[in-house]
């Protein structure tokens, strides 16, 4: 076939093409772009630590310190202020004690950023022997609802508080004076043994109304413990014949422990043994004395 046929024949093929009639035109609708929502960070207050000093509390003796801390686990921090109540209670040989220790809405949580945590301490003593329950409550009653994770807030363990030991009688029995103006204390147990742990922290007062008030550890004043022992005999260390040891100090005149007097003067002395009550005494009475010394080489 000739080009030129071929020419001919495809125009007679665009000939018979029919063009549809256009379709009646709509107006382009968009679809809404959806919001985006973002997740609210919400804070999350744990007890991530509780610690007890002593570790092993005795009952009617040690001052015991319980430390919590509160810590914002979560990745929001918190907005406002909330609050940590605590409880102790007896579970077995006094059911009915319970220490209210630290009130509900107390607001002693601070807003606290993520990661960030408070402590938050309470001393007290026990009044009972026995096995306790201390309860602790996160309160985030003022927050609105995903401002807090709530479901920990709640913690709970228990602490045992031994009997507290056996009474000892610390005795002064003199205050002198010796030929260098120093002054010499002279004194005894007169009852059961000193735990070491009480020992180790009571101490001695001497003040002088020159103004001077010094202080000195039992264990650096007997080294030997001869008042940590104790009384062997069953009558006491007042008992003639007893086996009660005394112990003799001879208190510094120089350094930071010293006390100096004068010669020629009088002074007005009071010393006080285990001054600051570390020790359980039967009998307080005779831990102290007040004398007038007055030096004269």
Not at 45 to 51: G, M, Q, W
Request: with cysteine.
């Amino acid at each position: 076939m000739k080009p030129s046929a071929i020419f001919c024949f495809c125009l007679l093929l665009l000939a018979t093409v029919i063009v549809p009639e256009a379709a009646d035109t709509q107006p382009l609708k968009l679809s809404p772009v959806p919001k985006i929502v973002r997740k609210k960070l919400a804070a999350d207050l744990v007890v991530s630590n509780v610690r007890i000093t002593p570790e092993h509390p005795r009952a009617k003796k040690d001052m015991i310190t319980i430390e919590v801390t509160v810590k914002n686990a979560g990745p929001g921090a918190l907005p406002k202020v909330c609050s940590l109540a605590m409880d102790l209670t007896n579970m077995d040989t006094h059911p009915d004690y319970t220490n209210h220790i630290i009130p509900w809405y107390t607001n002693n949580i601070p807003t606290l950023a993520p990661g960030a945590e408070v402590k938050i301490s309470k001393t007290i003593t026990i009044p009972y022997p026995g096995t306790y329950r201390l309860g602790l409550l996160i309160i985030t009653e003022g927050l609105q609802i995903g401002d807090e994770n709530p479901v920990n807030n709640r913690h709970q363990m228990t602490l045992v508080a031994s009997r507290p030991p056996d009474a000892s009688d610390l005795v002064l029995d003199s205050v002198a004076l010796n030929r260098e103006g120093r002054i010499v204390l002279r004194m005894h147990n007169g009852d059961d043994p000193i735990p070491d742990e009480d020992f180790n922290s009571s101490y001695v007062r001497v003040k002088v109304d020159n103004g001077l008030n010094k202080t000195i550890f039992l264990r650096d004043m007997d080294p030997k413990g001869i008042l940590k022992k104790g009384s062997t005999s069953p009558f006491g260390g007042g008992f003639p014949g007893g086996s009660t040891q005394h112990l003799v100090f001879t208190w510094p005149n120089s350094g930071n422990d010293g006390i100096k007097l004068d010669p020629g003067h009088a002074y007005i002395v009071e010393v006080t043994l285990d001054y600051n009550g570390r020790i359980r005494d039967s009998n307080r009475s005779n831990n102290k004395k007040t004398v007038t010394l007055t030096y004269n080489p």
